[in-house]
């Protein structure tokens, strides 16, 4: 039939290109579902291993995943590079299923630990591969778009975390009374944390069977030397003319891309680099990580049942989703700053209103629901994903930019 001009494309082109980023954004909603499943099963747990009395070893059974996370970051940047983005999709989709697989049937701590490492390592890939690929299959009028929506997946797959953890729960409560004896309905009955974190195989499956239909990364193509398969890729997804365009400009930036770490604290680039730092440092110190992996922990101790704590958890996940929503789409009009001033001064009001309630012993269910409410809020549209936006807008091509978003 021969090549088609950039109009007849146009529609073709976004229905293609937005699939193979929410495939790609797929990543994204395990690493937030991988993260967030441990939060609803922390107290079974708990209980299951015998750590009452060790709340070393209970930091460690959840933050295990996010030293796991940084080995994978660490190496994510080479592989990628080295072997593609694709493949490295692929590979955290096995290992977030791998991780699933074992985590569900740990017979102890030790290996309970081991699999989530696993885990976490999938979390740093992804983390770093998957906005890194979508960026390169996506022409330049809609990227911004369709890299938002890594953020924004890694928010539902938090939520449908919490969702599954409350179903689960729910029906280990109601199958109880029924006293049911098989060995599946005993994982639910008596060690609900398993399915919980067993229920994560699903979309891994479904990850890595989607991942055959997508294209190799354009810009990884031109890197092997095979600028005549990248120009299909590119025509395919962008148009002729577009593709051109974006073949010279990959072309120029692989001539020119000597970026060094040394450089990043040269006299040019150590401005950014300390801003960049800054906002990341800032961004995971804000507390974000243990309101969503300890928030049912927190809300129980706060006394709250186990299951309005789960439901409370359900609660926050909804306000996250809704304000990262609310983050992409007035990001551009409103500016960064400005939300980033409106945000920490949410942040600061609703730390310090829960503050006082736990320091005062006044708890109310409802006013500790609404102070978390508004700290997830306020960091939703402000703190979780503008510094990253930020941070990729002032580092230069060779630099590499800031290939990674908000990580909870």
């Known amino acids: 039939m021969g090549i088609r001009t950039n109009r007849q494309f ?18 994204g909603f395990l690493f937030g579902f991988d993260t967030a499943v441990i939060s609803g099963a922390i107290n079974p747990l708990i209980k299951y291993f015998q750590i009452e009395a060790d709340p070393v070893l209970q930091g460690w059974m959840v933050s295990c995943v996010i030293l796991g996370s940084v080995l994978g970051a660490s190496v994510a940047g080479y592989l990628a590079d080295r072997f593609g983005r ?24 030790d290996f309970f630990v081991v699999f989530r490492l696993i885990g976490g390592i999938a979390v740093g890939i992804a983390a770093m591969v998957a906005p ?3 960026a390169e299959v996506t022409p330049p009028s809609i990227r911004g778009r369709m890299v938002s929506m890594y953020q924004f997946t890694i928010a539902v797959g938090i939520l449908v ?22 060995c599946f309905w005993s994982w639910i009955i008596t060690d609900v944390w398993r399915i919980m974190l067993g229920s994560e195989i699903i979309p891994c499956i479904l990850f890595i069977g989607l991942l055959f239909v997508v294209p190799v990364s354009p810009r ?7 600028e005549e398969a990248a120009f299909k890729v590119l025509s395919r997804v962008a148009g002729i003319e577009t593709a051109k365009k974006e073949i010279e400009e990959i072309r120029n930036t692989i001539t020119h891309e000597r970026g060094t770490l040394k450089q990043l604290f040269e006299p040019g680039l150590r401005k950014a680099t300390i801003i960049a730092l800054f906002f990341s440092i800032v961004s995971q110190f804000s507390g974000i990580d243990i309101v969503l992996h300890y928030g049912p922990v927190i ?5 709250f049942s186990f299951g309005e704590s789960l439901y409370g958890q359900i609660i926050l996940g909804v306000v996250l989703v809704v304000f990262t929503i609310l983050a992409m789409w007035k990001v551009d009009s409103l500016g960064r700053r400005k939300l980033l001033y409106i945000g920490n001064a949410g942040v ?3 730390l310090t209103t829960m503050g006082y309630l736990f320091y005062s012993g006044v708890s109310s269910n409802g ?5 978390i409410s508004v700290f997830i809020a306020s960091f939703a549209f402000s703190l979780g994903p503008i510094p990253w936006i930020i941070m990729s807008e002032i580092f230069p091509t060779k630099s590499g930019g800031v290939r990674c978003h908000w990580q909870p």
């Open 161 to 182: 975390a919490y969702f599954t953890n409350d179903y689960f729960r729910v029906l280990s409560e109601n199958y109880a009374i029924t006293a049911l004896k098989s």
């Open 299 to 303: 809300l129980e101790r706060a006394g």
């Open 367 to 371: 006013g500790l629901i609404a102070a």
């Open 86 to 109: 694709r493949r490295n999709l692929f590979l955290a989709g096995i290992l977030f299923l791998i991780s699933a697989i074992g985590s569900m049937i740990a017979p102890d701590l």
């Open 132 to 134: 890194l690929y979508i």
């Open 348 to 350: 600061l009001l609703s």
């Open 220 to 226: 990884f193509i031109m890197m092997k030397g095979n």
């Open 10 to 27: 146009n529609h073709i082109n976004i229905i293609f290109v937005s699939l193979i980023s929410i495939v790609a954004a797929l990543g």
